[in-house]
């Protein structure tokens, strides 16, 4: 096997993360096309999103701290058998209702992917190297949702809606066999009470308990919901209403991408020398800069492409610089506990993006003022959270268990 921290793992390791993001922004070209051919709607559709991040959030809370008991390895393999299996199944789907549960046990086994993946990067990076090796991470990961729509819209045109879970049912296949034949066991340190009832609520309290943490995973929540908000309502607005082509809504989308892209790169080359503080405070600002552009142009009715993506590209460029240094802070202090402080992070980071996106579905009234209303307002909290929570804690001393 190669070794830990060589680039064959590191790309390993941002396929694994990429799970998520490519699990929802490939299909995102046909959400219009399944209101026409389950005959529901909009709502109802959306509802394949966001029961997605619910079931991603949930089953967070068990991969963590099963990876810390018995191992970042088989605890991805099991996730991702779990994946493969219901990727088939979404493909399959014959109603809505279906397809939405069918979508909740994909997530189950999606996760995995994140969650164990950022456990195994403080493994073998360390605290230190993390952010910096996150960041680099993220910025490649942005691939799949820069490519993803694209594709799905292509895919889309040819050959139908279906043809989107075929093809994750072969990406689940590819990444198994690289699991199973590249990844060492990375976790040097296993805790056998790690899934202990007790022990579990006993660790979630006392991180939940840290101010510094609870900033993090608030700014971390809230910065990765404005995303979902564009995720979850894009697609209606600008196919929907602005008549895009499946195509053309992917090129769109592409450029949107380009911005976390450039944010990602930037964090990779200045986290190490300025500081996760700075980039994190300079990325809150420029986000909110991004949301309050947005809902300016929506409440003077501006509804044009440039007047969608120009103010998501902005606050996702803040999201690219903050993201990586708000995770690598959050789960960096806890060596002997990564998995379950990776597990807490991410369930709030979906809990609250699931609900942003049901929210912009539920009020969707073919203006952008719903989307771009929840990306200014989560852009409004991750600075918050990072002025009240994270600041006035500096000086608070964090346990290293």
Same mark, same amino acid.
């Given at each position: 096997?190669?070794?830990?921290?060589?680039?064959? $793992?590191?790309?390993?390791?941002?396929?694994?993360?990429?799970?998520?993001?490519?699990?929802?922004?490939?299909?995102?070209?046909?959400?219009? $096309?399944?209101?026409?051919?389950?005959?529901?709607?909009?709502?109802?559709?959306?509802?394949?999103?966001?029961?997605?991040?619910?079931?991603?959030?949930?089953?967070?809370?068990?991969?963590?701290?099963?990876?810390?008991?018995?191992?970042?390895?088989?605890?991805?393999?099991?996730?991702?058998?779990?994946?493969?299996?219901?990727?088939?199944?979404?493909?399959?789907?014959?109603?809505?209702?279906?397809?939405?549960?069918?979508?909740?046990?994909?997530?189950?086994?999606?996760?995995?992917?994140?969650?164990?993946?950022?456990?195994?990067?403080?493994?073998?990076?360390?605290?230190?190297?993390?952010?910096?090796?996150?960041?680099?991470?993220?910025?490649?990961?942005?691939?799949?949702?820069?490519?993803?729509?694209?594709?799905?819209?292509?895919?889309?045109?040819?050959?139908?809606?279906?043809?989107?879970? @075929?093809?994750?049912?072969?990406?689940?296949?590819?990444?198994?066999?690289?699991?199973?034949?590249?990844?060492?066991?990375?976790?040097?340190?296993?805790?056998?009470?790690?899934?202990?009832?007790?022990?579990?609520?006993?660790?979630?309290?006392?991180?939940?308990?840290?101010?510094?943490?609870?900033?993090?995973?608030? @700014?971390?929540?809230?910065?990765?919901?404005?995303?979902?908000?564009?995720?979850?309502?894009?697609?209606?607005?600008?196919?929907? #209403?602005? !008549?895009?082509?499946?195509? #053309?809504?992917?090129?769109?989308?592409?450029?949107?991408?380009?911005?976390?892209?450039?944010?990602?790169?930037?964090?990779?080359?200045?986290?190490?020398?300025?500081?996760?503080?700075?980039? $994190?405070?300079?990325?809150?600002?420029?986000?909110?800069?991004? *949301?309050?552009?947005?809902?300016?142009?929506?409440?003077?009715?501006?509804? #044009?492409?440039?007047?969608?993506?120009?103010?998501?590209?902005?606050?996702?460029?803040?999201?690219?610089?903050?993201?990586?240094?708000?995770?690598?802070?959050?789960?960096?202090?806890?060596?002997?506990?990564?998995?379950?402080?990776?597990?807490?992070?991410?369930?709030? #980071?979906?809990? @609250?993006?699931?609900?942003?996106?049901? *929210?912009?579905? !539920?009020? !969707?009234?073919?203006?952008?003022?719903?989307?771009?209303?929840?990306?200014?307002?989560?852009?409004?909290?991750?600075?918050?959270? !990072?002025?009240?929570?994270?600041?006035?804690?500096?000086?608070?001393?964090?346990?290293?268990?």
């Amino acid at each position: 096997m190669p070794r830990s921290d060589s680039l064959v $793992i590191r790309v390993l390791l941002t396929a694994l993360v990429a799970f998520g993001p490519l699990s929802t922004d490939l299909y995102l070209p046909s959400l219009p $096309i399944l209101v026409r051919v389950f005959d529901t709607d909009i709502a109802m559709v959306q509802l394949t999103l966001s029961v997605f991040l619910v079931g991603f959030a949930v089953s967070q809370l068990v991969y963590g701290p099963m990876s810390d008991r018995f191992g970042r390895r088989p605890t991805l393999l099991v996730g991702i058998c779990v994946y493969l299996v219901a990727s088939a199944v979404c493909a399959l789907a014959t109603s809505v209702e279906g397809l939405i549960a069918a979508r909740f046990f994909q997530a189950l086994g999606a996760c995995c992917g994140p969650v164990v993946g950022r456990a195994v990067v403080r493994d073998v990076f360390g605290r230190d190297r993390a952010a910096t090796v996150l960041a680099y991470m993220s910025m490649a990961m942005t691939l799949a949702p820069a490519i993803g729509p694209v594709l799905g819209g292509a895919l889309t045109e040819l050959f139908g809606w279906r043809s989107n879970f @075929i093809l994750l049912t072969g990406f689940a296949v590819v990444i198994l066999a690289a699991v199973w034949s590249l990844l060492g066991e990375t976790n040097t340190a296993r805790d056998s009470e790690a899934l202990n009832p007790g022990r579990m609520a006993a660790n979630y309290l006392m991180l939940l308990r840290n101010r510094r943490f609870v900033g993090y995973v608030l @700014i971390v929540a809230c910065s990765y919901s404005g995303i979902f908000a564009f995720i979850s309502g894009s697609s209606f607005l600008l196919i929907g #209403q602005m !008549h895009l082509s499946p195509a #053309q809504y992917g090129m769109s989308f592409a450029t949107v991408v380009l911005g976390y892209t450039l944010g990602s790169l930037l964090a990779g080359k200045l986290s190490h020398r300025l500081g996760g503080a700075r980039m $994190i405070r300079i990325g809150t600002l420029v986000s909110v800069s991004g *949301g309050a552009l947005g809902v300016g142009l929506a409440l003077a009715g501006v509804l #044009q492409i440039a007047s969608v993506v120009a103010p998501v590209f902005l606050f996702i460029l803040g999201a690219g610089l903050t993201l990586p240094n708000a995770t690598a802070n959050a789960v960096g202090p806890y060596p002997t506990m990564a998995g379950l402080a990776s597990s807490l992070l991410g369930f709030f #980071q979906m809990t @609250i993006a699931a609900l942003v996106g049901l *929210g912009v579905g !539920h009020l !969707h009234n073919g203006t952008a003022l719903p989307m771009m209303g929840a990306i200014g307002l989560v852009g409004l909290g991750a600075l918050l959270s !990072h002025r009240l929570l994270v600041v006035p804690g500096s000086e608070q001393s964090t346990p290293s268990p």
